[in-house]
């Protein structure tokens, strides 16, 4: 018997799903996690061998799902986005998901921008708004899932963790009055006019699509839990995964993504492994954001990168630009970041589609990039897992020292120059180190005693890194 070519491609994706679990699950034991909150340092995350991680890395839109206009726009090159994380030495991404299949907020309504694949079959009957067929909210699309265990694979094997999004705030009309451009909520597959079953995310009628992440319709939120479930089931016994309920939805989603949050928690209490939920703002502010079930937040506003709070342990903080100042970049946002607590991810244009889709990225990116590389790397040298934030043991502010036991403390000196740093209660001899902050070359340096304030002077020019432990064995080498 014949069959037609979009059943032997579902059958070759199912297949192809079947033996990824196969695959997956036979060398699921790596030590990369799955991460948790630190049990005795919450401001970090660590590895079941209790080592702290540190966080760092680019992102971009199209890193799942192809994003872009139609017949015009490349396919993404994944294995190449991949070479590029290797290359500055990130260890984070945030996978973007798109709710929708057609249509931006941010361009004309007529330029047909797409997003595939879908986690719904489109098998009719009948048209949808963009013309294809409509979708079947009850069928999950295999491409969708297999794609998305493939990648976190991949992603695993360069020693990179992946924050899998499973909603999007985006998906939704965000046009702001604009009504020349695309609406997303036109491509939704739960939008009444584009589905076979009778589901309708957006009974006010209003045409925004808004209610879907909300707890307004019972029948939709069935329909999400049932995805997160699907989602958890193709990726969640791979140890690289943190979950993100959604990218900026809008203010009033929060006790939606509250509920979702403890679905998650709630689902994966059954399973073998746990990984860390994070609940991201832009509308949603930072108080409400501190108040959630979530295991790690990213805060909207742009002093947390300029001028970032220290962290205080209630929550891992991934600070995101995304959320803060989106299009620009500085090296100095990655260590005023990491020397206050908190990690940093750089929502990074790489090569997409709304500039221009070039060939490579956007070189003037590279030292924001390379910081990025130079801090992970400190990081792991210097056992985050004893170190907290303390603004007030140096001049800068901008430090980490040890809580207990032996004294160690890392100071960031954003223009280099001096910092007076406070050893009055430190005994002994210290060992000093200076690094480079924009290259990762170590200095040599002669050690200091203890007993008093302490003014030091970096040996060169430019943002500074000290190191100062009561141990004399610091590694010196280039980050």
Not at 151 to 165: H, I, Q, T
Not at 184 to 211: C, I, L, T, Y
Request: hydrophobic share 35%.
């Amino acid at each position: 018997m014949k069959r037609s070519a979009s059943f032997l491609t579902g059958l070759l994706a199912l297949l192809s799903l079947m033996l990824s679990v196969h695959s997956a699950t036979a060398d699921d034991s790596s030590a990369m996690g799955p991460l948790w909150v630190h049990p005795d340092n919450p401001c970090w995350f660590a590895r079941p061998d209790g080592q702290a991680v540190w966080l760092t890395g680019s992102h971009t839109w199209a890193n799942f799902q192809e994003r872009g206009i139609e017949s015009q726009t490349p396919d993404f090159d994944y294995d190449g986005y991949l070479d590029f994380l290797q290359r500055h030495g990130h260890n984070f991404i945030r996978m973007w998901t798109w709710e929708q299949a057609q249509w931006m907020q941010f361009v004309d309504k007529e330029v047909p921008v797409r997003y595939k694949p879908n986690p719904y079959q489109r098998i009719g009957p009948g048209k949808a708004l963009d013309g294809g067929l409509k979708f079947d909210v009850t069928k999950f699309n295999d491409e969708y899932f297999v794609r998305l265990r493939r990648r976190v694979e991949l992603a695993r094997g360069r020693g990179v963790y992946v924050g899998v999004m499973f909603f999007q705030g985006f998906s939704l009309d965000k046009r702001n009055g604009n009504v020349k451009t695309g609406n997303a909520w036109h491509g939704h597959p739960f939008n009444g006019a584009n589905n076979v079953n009778g589901v309708n995310g957006n009974p006010s009628g209003d045409d925004s699509g808004h209610e879907i992440h909300e707890l307004i319709v019972p029948e939709v939120t069935r329909l999400q839990e049932a995805f997160v479930r699907k989602v958890i089931d193709t990726v969640g016994h791979l140890d690289n995964v943190l979950w993100e309920i959604g990218n900026e939805c809008h203010a009033g989603s929060v006790q939606w993504q509250y509920h979702m949050i403890r679905f998650i928690h709630e689902y994966e209490a059954t399973r073998p492994k746990q990984h860390p939920v994070g609940m991201t703002g832009a509308p949603i502010g930072t108080k409400q954001l501190l108040a959630s079930p979530a295991d790690w937040i990213s805060p909207p506003g742009k002093s947390w990168l300029t001028d970032p709070p220290a962290n205080d342990g209630t929550k891992v903080i991934l600070v995101d630009n995304d959320h803060c100042d989106p299009w620009h970049h500085d090296p100095d946002w990655v260590w005023k970041n990491l020397f206050h607590g908190n990690q940093f991810i750089l929502m990074d244009g790489y090569v997409d589609f709304r500039i221009g889709s070039p060939d490579k990225p956007d070189p003037n990116w590279d030292v924001t990039r390379q910081a990025m590389g130079c801090a992970r790397k400190l990081a792991e040298r210097i056992e985050l897992s004893g170190l907290v934030p303390n603004t007030k043991l140096a001049s800068t502010g901008y430090c980490l020292a040890s809580c207990t036991g032996t004294f160690r403390c890392v100071v960031y000196l954003p223009k280099g120059g001096e910092a007076s740093v406070d050893l009055s209660e430190v005994k002994g001899s210290l060992a000093l180190e200076w690094i480079e902050a924009e290259s990762g070359n170590s200095r040599a340096a002669t050690d200091v005693r203890g007993g008093r304030r302490q003014l030091l002077a970096a040996p060169f020019a430019g943002p500074a890194i000290l190191r100062l432990s009561q141990t004399t064995n610091l590694q010196k080498d280039q980050l």
